[in-house]
């Protein structure tokens, strides 16, 4: 092979041994894969193999890849700037992205912070917490509630929150931030909530709630801390608790927001309106890193009437403008497609075409909501395997620990998709 296409092997090793990858070794790396290029809901490998993807690139290109109308927004935006400092000033992209984000959200969520990545969100809006209760002059709550099996990014303050055990961060236990963690919730989607797990729920709340900030959580889906799927009754029950102990309740929507779960935000579900929330990863159609936190104005002018005056935190890169013009398009996109069709479509084939995987003995539970479909194994899947044996069949899954779990781009074909589910159930009754 000739040309950008080809990796020489130096490169290869220079990546091997130089270049850290997510959550991997730097001494024995697992085994990467060279994409050259992407397009729809295809990616191109160096060997000119071309892999469905069923990832998003971590729940990012809902539209796909190499989206004509992105290009032209990144173009168009370049040829006016990439990138201009947000102290002291202000820029279009950023308006624009804004009053739509606030315009689209769930009510009452009136003020936009912006910040390079959901992990930074996740500060901001703990931050914001905090001050809040600073202002109020609560200075004791500087707790927060959240979750077992929780995850909200890999920065100190996100960390923090994120399920204490499951192996992600524990090693760092001692040096963070201590926070009071409920048992995730027990039931899916479409079951009521444990009257006993709902009592316990409110002994928590009697018992830590006048030192906690907030409460934050992931609404309906908990996604990297074990894919887990809840009910939108217990995700009120939360809201009314926090709501009777004065404390904030935070949506993380970096992964849910955008469509996924079959609502453009899953606090929709349960009809609530946090007080401060997240988003991110589809924020921009996977182009860019962009995030925001969006809070009301009662959160906000009590920080702005606080000791400080201000909100304490901006990033050099706050609002890039070109993240942004690639978001208000990206959401414009999403808003002018039938993306709840979609979504739904999607939902009903994984249904249909998961569903059976129950049987096999390997599985323990398949879990679908929205474009979001998760089969989870009794033992922990044998990563670089699975990977080799899902690029065999042509296909783009990434598991993680015993879960096998796809997250397409909405505008993914059926037979692309019966193409993935098809892999999955191969690799769920052939391995063993
Ligand atoms: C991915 C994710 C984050 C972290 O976002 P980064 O952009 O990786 O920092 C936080 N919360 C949730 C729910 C996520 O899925």
């Known amino acids: 092979m000739q040309g950008e296409s080809s990796f020489s092997q130096s490169q290869l090793d220079f990546d091997r041994h130089h270049i850290w990858h997510p959550y991997t070794s730097l001494t024995n790396p697992l085994p990467t894969y060279s994409v050259v290029s992407a397009k729809g809901v295809r990616l191109k490998l160096s060997d000119g193999r071309e892999l469905v993807d069923g990832m998003s690139s971590w729940w990012t290109a809902v539209h796909g890849y190499n989206v004509p109308e992105l290009n032209s927004a990144a173009a168009e935006q370049m040829e006016k700037m990439s990138h201009v400092m947000f102290g002291g000033i202000t820029h279009k992209p950023a308006i624009e992205l804004a009053s739509k984000l606030v315009d689209f959200s769930p009510t009452g969520l009136e003020n936009v912070f912006f910040s390079d990545s959901g992990s930074v969100s996740v500060e901001v809006a703990m931050k914001m917490a905090i001050q809040y209760q600073h202002s109020l002059g609560q200075e004791r709550r500087t707790k927060f509630l959240t979750f077992k099996n929780g995850y909200h990014g890999d920065t100190t303050g996100a960390m923090s929150v994120c399920d204490p055990e499951n192996g992600m961060h524990h ?52 996604g990297a801390g074990g894919m887990r799927i809840y009910s939108p009754k217990y995700l009120k029950k939360v809201k009314v608790l926090c709501e009777e102990h004065s404390v904030l309740f935070i949506a993380d929507e970096i992964a849910t927001g955008f469509g996924r779960t079959g609502k453009l935000f899953a606090c929709e579900h349960a009809n609530i309106s946090p007080d401060i929330m997240c988003v991110g990863k589809a924020l921009t159609g996977g182009y860019l890193s962009l995030a925001a936190t969006l809070c009301s104005d009662h959160v906000s002018r009590t920080i702005c009437e606080g000791q400080a005056g201000v909100f304490m935190h901006g990033p050099t890169f706050m609002a890039n403008p070109l993240a942004c013009a690639i978001a208000k398009k990206s959401i414009d996109l999403l808003l002018s497609s039938n993306w709840i069709q979609r979504v739904t479509a999607i939902e009903s084939q994984l249904k249909r ?60 074909g059926s037979e692309e998709l019966t193409k993935i589910t098809k892999a999955m159930g191969d690799y769920c009754t052939i391995k063993s």
Not at 183 to 200: S, V, W
Not at 356 to 376: P, Y
Not at 380 to 387: I, K, L, W, Y
Not at 389 to 401: L, M, N, S
């Open 171 to 222: 090693l760092f236990s001692d040096f963070l931030m201590q926070h009071h963690f409920f048992n995730a919730p027990k039931r899916g989607f479409d079951e009521d909530p444990d009257q006993d797990e709902l009592d316990e729920l409110e002994l928590f709340f009697q018992k830590h709630a006048m030192e906690a900030a907030a409460f934050i959580l992931e609404p309906i889906v908990q």
């Open 353 to 412: 075409e998961l569903e059976s995987l129950k049987e096999s003995d390997q599985v323990r539970e398949v879990r679908v909501l929205g474009a979001i479909g998760v089969v989870e194994m009794k033992k922990e899947v044998n990563v670089p395997n699975a990977q080799e044996f899902f690029v065999e069949a042509g296909v783009w899954i990434r598991p993680f620990r015993n879960l096998i779990y796809i997250m397409p781009p909405y505008v993914i």
